[in-house]
């Protein structure tokens, strides 16, 4: 069983729904969880950095955790067609500065 | 802020030349950078982590007198993938970490696509 597991999809919403991407983990050590987007053939950006249970909510993007339940999410609203990317989850446990990630989730938003 | 470049972006080299690819942190200082390879539709694969002024600890399975890493300053890292292969044409892709108290976020380069023929 991998560490942390993501449906790659792929996940095809039209323009202006929510997306819902989310991963579990096995590790209860991991304390640190992101969000990155990535384009094809380019370097993953952060999109959302959180390391307490609940919501954080920066613009359309909202980032949930649940550490109870081994559980994170990350919410698109309105999407976009530029949304549409790679969205991989990664986390890290305390004084471990690796990353452990998702496979990542291929989402297309149709115009 | 948080701004990571990658040179040279794409490199095509003739089986058995070595390749460098720089990783330079642009507006913070990163203690840590961190090189990864990524196969198509795959996810990131750590291949080794790097702290300033000390040898870098590669992850298992890869080849440390194969793909040399130097982190010389705060600002740079190096990746030489000596006697290239093949095999070795991949996307490769650093990251930094500014190693700031509770700061566990990386932020990645744009990545190098190595070719090798």
């Known amino acids: 069983q991998k560490e942390v597991e993501q449906d790659p999809g792929p996940l095809s919403v039209p323009e202006g729904a929510i997306v819902s991407l989310n991963c579990t983990y096995s590790n209860s050590a991991f304390q640190y969880f992101m969000w990155y987007r990535q384009y094809s053939r380019k370097g993953p950006e952060l999109l959302m950095y959180t390391y307490s249970s609940g919501n954080k909510e920066d613009g359309r993007f909202t980032a949930q955790v649940d550490k109870s339940s081994k559980y994170i999410s990350l919410f698109i609203r309105d999407s976009q067609p530029s949304d549409s990317a790679t969205y991989l989850c990664a986390m890290s446990a305390r004084g471990d500065y690796k990353l452990s990630f998702g496979a990542g989730t291929t989402v297309t938003v149709r115009a | 802020g948080a701004v990571v470049s990658q040179h040279p972006s794409r490199v095509i080299c003739k089986s058995g030349t070595s390749v460098k690819i720089e990783c330079r942190s642009l507006d913070f200082q990163a203690t840590t950078m961190f090189w990864y390879r990524q196969f198509p539709k795959q996810s990131l694969m750590l291949m080794a982590t790097?702290?300033?002024?000390?040898?870098?600890?590669?992850e298992q399975g890869v080849e440390k007198d194969k793909f040399l890493i130097n982190h010389a300053s705060l600002t740079l890292s190096t990746l030489t993938v000596t006697s290239a292969h093949p095999e070795d044409s991949s996307f490769y892709i650093c990251?930094?970490?500014?190693?700031?108290?509770?700061?566990?976020?990386?932020?990645f380069g744009p990545g190098t696509r190595l070719t090798v023929t």
């Open positions: 990251s930094a970490h500014s190693g700031g108290a509770g700061m566990y976020e990386q932020y």
């Open positions: 790097s702290n300033e002024g000390s040898k870098a600890t590669y």
